[in-house]
């Protein structure tokens, strides 16, 4: 079998994520035929079936999903030796690895002492791996979720969990929802997009996507979303972290401006 190309890894993942070959291809800026003959000559060069398909619905096979995990873990590999060619390289850059839909409120206060170039946002659900893969040079974390495992942190916060619906939505009026309400959404999904936040706003604007995030991001909604407080969900406590080998000096002097700001109740960890 030919070598797989990096194109055929993207396409499958973003299959995978949506489990809708529509959303995946509008996604991924191509048009859905285009999408479901890549998948099918994917599955015919691999010799395995990937996928189960009807005309409702589209599930992984047990072999989908252990290719789903390794299209993940490659592309993270990839954008990691991208990243270390880059460092090493001496670009005076700042990656920093954010969750999806949390953290967005924190961001101004924890880069408000930082002169260096624009930062690029990695968004990631697993934030410390990102640092740890060379991905980003700093993240945002859960602290309730995540192993700083060695990474130097500092608490910047807590978010409480908010449900995005469409603002005409029957769920939008309520004082709050549990997440037995959200999952007999069609559009539900337990794990946000791993997008930036206008992208995610606009497809729950748009009806095609409701999902849980941290409620930092409740000013910047527009007016066709709504955030509904999830009442079963505990709150969040932030932290942003790095490696202490960093050699990023723009890294290095806002980790040091955030010892000296912490804020009440915070602290650094490792």
Not at 57 to 75: I, S
Not at 169 to 184: N, Q, S
Not at 186 to 200: N, T, V
Request: glycine share 8%; hydrophobic share 40%; proline share 5%.
């Amino acid at each position: 079998m030919d070598r797989l190309e990096t194109r055929e890894l993207v396409y499958f993942s973003a299959l995978a994520d949506e489990l809708h070959f529509g959303r995946a291809a509008e996604n991924l800026g191509i048009t859905q035929p285009v999408l479901s003959r890549a998948v099918a000559r994917l599955e015919r060069r691999m010799g395995v079936r990937l996928m189960d398909r009807t005309s409702r619905k589209v599930e992984l096979t047990e072999a989908g999903r252990t290719f789903r995990d390794e299209c993940r873990r490659l592309l993270r590999q990839l954008d990691a030796a991208v990243r270390r060619t880059r460092q090493s390289a001496d670009h005076a850059r700042l990656a920093i690895a954010v969750r999806p839909g949390t953290g967005s409120g924190f961001l101004p206060q924890v880069l408000r002492r930082y002169e260096g170039p624009e930062p690029e946002l990695v968004f990631a659900h697993d934030t410390t791996g990102a640092v740890r893969d060379g991905i980003a040079d700093a993240a945002l974390v859960c602290l309730e979720s995540e192993e700083l495992g060695g990474l130097q942190a500092i608490r910047i916060g807590a978010e409480q969990p908010v449900a995005l619906v469409p603002r005409e939505h029957a769920l939008a009026g309520r004082d709050g929802v549990v997440v037995a309400d959200l999952r007999e959404l069609k559009s539900y999904r337990a794990q946000c997009p791993e997008a930036g936040l206008d992208e995610i706003l606009d497809r729950v604007a748009l009806g095609r996507l409701v999902t849980v995030v941290g409620s930092t991001v409740v000013d910047r909604l527009p007016s066709d979303v709504a955030a509904v407080p999830v009442t079963d969900l505990p709150a969040t406590t932030l932290a942003f972290c790095w490696s202490p080998a960093t050699r990023n000096r723009h890294l290095q002097a806002l980790a040091q401006g955030l010892a000296t700001d912490a804020l009440p109740g915070s602290g650094t960890s490792a």
